[in-house]
C-alpha cells in the first residue's frame, strides 16, 4: 500500500468539537511521511476492521474516522481511543496534532 | 458496519416504520418490516447490556465508612486507568492543582447529590469517587469509563501560542458533569446515541451547573449558566463549551468554529456525528431547564433540580426522547409541588420555550422522515 491521502475526522468528546482534515502525504515533511507510513504498515491498516471499539459505551469519549486512500483503493476505520493499541495511539495523536496544524493555517 | 446503527436509529424511528409497516406500498412494507427485527434486535442487545451492567454493579468499590470516599490518581501521561493513588479522602492538599480540583469537585459534586437529593454517591450506595488525572498527552478531554471519571490536560503539548484548553479539572462543572454520566449509568441508564443521548448529556450538564452554583451559593439569577467556564485558553474567543442561557452561543472563532447548539426544536441538527449529535442537540432541554430553573426563582438546585432529579432517577427510560422528558419534568413538578402549581407551570413553560408541548407531539426532527423516504425509495 503507498498511502497518498488521509482524511482524518474527531467528533465526540466533552466539548462536542469537531476536528477534521484532508491532506495529502505527499504535502508532510519526510519525517512525519515516513513515521505515518511505519504506523500504516505496523498496523496492517488495510487489514482492520472497520469498526475498532465501540465508543458509543462511553460518555465523552472521542470517535475518530480515518480514510486511507491509494489511488483507487481507500479503507475507513472508525475507532475510539484505542488505549490498548499504542500504534493506533500513535497514529491517532499524530494525525491530532496535524489536524491541529492544519486548521491553524487556514 | 457498526456506525450504521447510529444513523438507522434517526432515520428509522419505531413508530414511523409501523405506520410504514401497516399504510405502506408492498415493497415498502417488507423494507420496514426488516428494519423493524433490526430495531428489536437493537433493543434486545441493549437491554443485555444494560442487565450486564446490573450484574457488575456490586462489584463497584465501596466507601470504606459507607459515605464520601475520594481517591485521586496520577496516569503520568499514560493510558494505564487508574494510575498511582496520590491523594486519598482526608489527605492534606497536593501540590498538583489538577488532583487538588478533582477531589475537591467530586467533594462538592458528593455533597449536591447527597445534601440536596439524599443520594448516596453515584449508585446511591457509597461508591468510592476515583477520578484519574493527567490521562495521556496532548488529551483535550474528559470522560465517564463506566467505573470512574477521567482527565486530560488539554493540548500541554502545544506551544503556547496554538494552545486552545487548559486542563479539564479546571471547571467544576466538567466534574459533576461526568460524575453525573454516572448517576445516569446506574438510573435512567439513558442509550448514549440521538435524542436519549442528548438527554444523557443535558442531565450531565443540568447536574454540572447545578454543581457549580452549589459551590457558590448562586441563585439562577447569579448564575452564568456557562458550561466549562475557564476551559478554553485567551486563544479562543469563547465563553465557554456550552451555554444553557443561550445555546449557540458559547463560542465563535476562526479555529473551533463556531458554537452549533440549538435553543429550539425547530433548529434540530439530524447528524451521524457525536452519536446523533448528542452534545449539540442537549442544548434544546438545556435551554428549557434555564427558563424553568429562572421562572421558579431562587437556588436552582431546589426545586427545578429536585423536578430534573426525580425525573431521571424515577421516570426516564434508556430510550426516552425529549418529548417523554418534558412530559415526566411536568409530571414529577405536579407530584412535588402540586398539580397547577408556579413550579410545574414553569416547567411547562420552559419546555414551551424550546417548542416542546407538555402532552404534545414534538414533530420529528426535521431531516429524518425525509431520510427515511428515501430510504425507503418513496422520495
Redesign the interface.
Known amino acids: 500500500m503507498d498511502v497518498e491521502r488521509i482524511k482524518f ?1 474527531r ?8 476536528l477534521a482534515a484532508d491532506f495529502d502525504v505527499s504535502d508532510l515533511p519526510d519525517d512525519l511521511s515516513q513515521t505515518l507510513r511505519e504506523l500504516l504498515n505496523a498496523l496492517d491498516f488495510p487489514e482492520l476492521p ?2 475498532l471499539t ?10 475518530y474516522v480515518i480514510t486511507v486512500e491509494a489511488g483507487k483503493w481507500h479503507h475507513t476505520v ?1 475507532t475510539g ?1 484505542a ?1 490498548e493499541n499504542e500504534n493506533m ?1 500513535e497514529l491517532l ?1 499524530l494525525l ?2 496535524l489536524a ?1 496544524k492544519k ?2 493555517k ?1 | ?3 450504521h ?2 444513523s438507522l436509529e434517526c432515520i428509522l424511528p419505531e413508530h414511523m416504520l409501523e405506520q410504514i409497516a401497516t399504510k405502506g406500498s408492498n415493497a415498502q412494507k417488507q423494507m420496514a418490516m426488516d428494519n423493524i427485527s433490526v430495531v428489536y434486535q437493537l433493543r434486545a442487545e441493549r437491554a443485555m ?1 444494560a442487565s450486564l451492567a446490573d450484574l457488575f454493579a456490586p462489584t463497584m468499590p465501596r466507601a470504606a465508612d459507607g459515605g464520601k470516599e475520594r481517591i485521586v490518581y496520577d496516569v503520568k501521561r499514560g ?3 487508574p494510575g498511582t493513588a496520590v491523594r486519598r479522602e482526608g489527605d492534606p492538599a497536593s501540590a498538583d492543582a489538577a488532583v487538588n480540583e478533582a477531589y475537591d469537585g467530586s467533594g462538592v459534586t458528593y455533597d449536591l447529590y447527597k445534601e440536596v437529593y439524599g443520594r448516596n454517591s453515584i449508585n446511591n450506595n457509597a461508591m468510592r469517587l476515583d477520578s484519574s488525572v493527567h490521562y ?3 488529551y ?7 467505573k470512574q471519571m477521567v482527565y486530560g490536560d488539554g ?1 500541554e503539548n ?1 506551544p503556547a501560542e ?1 494552545r486552545l ?1 487548559n486542563r ?1 479539572t479546571i471547571a467544576i462543572d ?1 466534574i459533576g ?2 460524575l453525573t ?1 454516572g448517576v445516569t449509568q446506574f438510573e435512567a441508564k439513558l ?3 440521538q435524542q436519549p443521548g442528548a438527554l ?2 443535558h442531565m ?1 450538564d443540568v447536574f454540572g451547573s447545578l454543581v457549580k452554583q452549589y459551590q457558590s451559593r448562586q441563585t439562577a439569577a447569579e448564575a452564568d449558566w456557562i458550561i ?1 467556564a475557564g ?1 478554553f485558553t485567551p486563544n479562543v474567543n469563547g465563553v465557554g ?2 451555554t444553557m442561557k443561550a445555546p449557540g452561543s458559547a463560542y465563535d472563532d ?4 463556531k458554537d ?1 447548539q440549538p435553543a429550539h426544536m425547530k433548529e434540530y441538527v439530524s447528524t451521524p ?3 446523533g449529535g ?3 442537540n442537549s442544548g434544546i432541554p438545556n435551554h428549557a431547564f434555564y427558563r424553568a430553573a429562572m421562572e421558579i426563582g431562587g437556588y436552582a438546585w431546589e426545586k427545578a433540580g429536585m423536578i430534573w432529579y426525580v425525573t431521571l432517577r424515577d421516570k426516564l427510560g434508556e430510550n426516552s426522547n425529549f418529548q417523554q422528558c418534558a412530559d415526566f419534568t411536568h409530571q414529577t413538578a405536579g407530584e412535588l409541588f402540586g398539580s397547577g402549581s408556579l413550579e410545574q407551570q414553569a416547567v411547562k413553560n420552559g419546555w414551551a420555550g424550546v417548542g416542546i408541548a407538555i402532552g404534545g407531539e414534538t414533530p420529528e426532527p426535521k431531516g429524518c422522515l425525509e431520510a427515511t423516504l428515501r430510504f425507503l425509495g418513496a422520495a
Request: hydrophobic content about 30%; proline content about 5%.
Open positions: 475526522e467528533t465526540g468528546g466533552f466539548a462536542g468539537i469537531r472497520a469498526r465501540n465508543s458509543e459505551s462511553v460518555p465523552d469519549s472521542f470517535t472508525i481511543d488505549p495511539q495523536e491530532n496534532r491541529r486548521i491553524k487556514h | 458496519m457498526h456506525n446503527r447510529h447490556r493510558t494505564s486507568l495521556r498527552t496532548g483535550d478531554n474528559a470522560f465517564w469509563d463506566g493540548d502545544l496554538d484548553f479539564f466538567i458533569h461526568e454520566h442509550v448514549y446515541s444523557n448529556e450531565s466549562g476551559l463549551i456550552r476562526p479555529v473551533l468554529g452549533p456525528s457525536d452519536n448528542v452534545h449539540i
